[in-house]
């Protein structure tokens, strides 16, 4: 009954004990240190590593690279300047008749080799041969009365002295004699004129050339005012080539001309790929154009085999001077980087260095060393660009000796301006 009346006392519970939440926090923070434990660990090996490998204890060696080599040499490098021309005659000229008149026979054929003087057309010469007669007639009748004005006035000088005319009489007759006789000069130059149309009528070549298509048939009617005239006569051999040249090379091409030297000029097909013909540098323009910025020279040529067409698009080598005994390197073996212009040297023990170097003028094969390098050494021209300083190297085919090429040699490769 007292257990109804009043519940019994209940006891604190006593407090919960700290250790299972004191684990959790360690398992939370023993991972992170754990990794960064293991990280410092792999950091310090790997940096063992490389300090093996660096110092050569420890690690394999790197294989040598294989690359290709040539040996710098001493040589002549021509100074050359390239350029777009076309081919461009010394001579043109359009045939055209000097009278009006039937055509009536053409003595050529299309693209024959016609000589000064040839037989070309032969215009009606019937209307001129009667002009001419008509004028030589004139000419006659106006002799005739000079000749008596002239006997008219002998005879008047002697009654006059002898008072039997007047002194007026004879002056009249003394200028009837002068007007007979300019009517015989006119007559005269009426009678040349007439000639010369007649001799117009047969046409001749004016030069030596080849001769184009025919633009006039037999029959035909034709004028001094014709525009295409009868045909068009080409002069080929010799013949030129025109081209133009920035106007900074000009100074170094006018003091080789004033110094008398004739320069060589190469002219290579349009796609600068075959030798047409090997000339002379003539003469340079007067002015430079303001548009451009450049000059035009033009270049003579025999053109015996006529490899070279009037309007021909061509391309130019005007070989201006040529540097003897100097240091040439192949293109390939120059680079370029942090130290500068600079070359890859194969020492004897098959390693390599970087030997900074100064270079002059090139072309699309050889490059000139004005310092830095000798004739002789060994240079990397294949795989540089896996190499550094003191690399090993394995030397393919052996050394490779470098040649440069005459300037009329290799249109192919030579068809960038040389660097300067």
Request: net charge positive; with cysteine.
């Amino acid at each position: 009954m007292d257990d109804l009346r009043s519940p019994p006392e209940l006891e604190p519970a006593p407090p919960l004990a700290p250790g299972p939440a004191r684990s959790r926090r360690r398992r939370s923070w023993g991972w992170p240190l754990l990794l960064l434990a293991l990280a410092g660990l792999g950091f310090i090996l790997v940096e063992r590593a490389r300090n093996a490998h660096r110092f050569g204890r420890g690690a394999r060696p790197t294989p040598p690279q294989s690359v290709g080599a040539a040996l710098a040499f001493k040589g002549d490098m021509p100074i050359t300047i390239d350029a777009l021309g076309a081919v461009t005659p010394l001579a043109t000229v359009t045939i055209r008749s000097r009278i009006s008149g039937q055509l009536q026979s053409v003595g050529f054929r299309e693209g024959q080799e016609v000589k000064a003087g040839d037989f070309l057309a032969q215009i009606d010469p019937r209307p001129y041969q009667v002009a001419l007669e008509q004028a030589q007639g004139t000419l006659a009748k106006d002799e005739a009365a000079l000749a008596q004005a002239k006997a008219d006035l002998a005879r008047y000088q002697i009654l006059t002295r002898q008072d039997s005319i007047s002194r007026q009489q004879v002056e009249d007759q003394q200028f009837l004699v002068r007007q007979d006789q300019a009517a015989t000069v006119a007559d005269r130059a009426q009678v040349d004129n007439a000639k010369l149309n007649l001799a117009y009528c047969r046409i001749v070549s004016p030069l030596a050339g080849r001769i184009g298509l025919r633009q006039v048939d037999p029959g035909n009617y034709v004028q001094p005012t014709d525009a295409n005239g009868l045909a068009v006569i080409t002069q080929l051999r010799p013949i030129s080539v025109i081209f133009s040249i920035p106007e900074d090379e000009l100074p170094q091409v006018m003091a080789r001309l004033k110094a008398g030297a004739k320069l060589p000029v190469t002219i290579f097909d349009r796609n600068n790929t075959h030798q047409l013909a090997t000339g002379v540098l003539d003469t340079i323009d007067n002015q430079i154009d303001t548009a451009t910025g450049t000059v035009k020279l033009r270049a003579s040529f025999a053109n015996a085999d006529e490899s070279l067409f009037p309007n021909q698009f061509v391309n130019a080598r005007v070989l201006v001077d040529t540097l003897t005994g100097v240091t040439l390197v192949p293109n390939a073996a120059v680079q370029r980087g942090a130290p500068g212009t600079f070359v890859y040297v194969v020492k004897p023990n098959k390693t390599v260095s970087v030997a900074p170097i100064k270079i002059g003028p090139s072309d699309a094969l050889d490059t000139t060393v004005v310092s830095g390098l000798s004739p002789g050494q060994l240079l990397v021209t294949d795989g540089a660009d896996r190499l550094s300083e003191g690399a090993r190297v394995i030397v393919q085919n052996g050394p490779r000796p470098a040649t440069t090429a005459s300037p009329t040699a290799a249109p192919a490769a030579r068809n960038r301006r040389p660097r300067r």
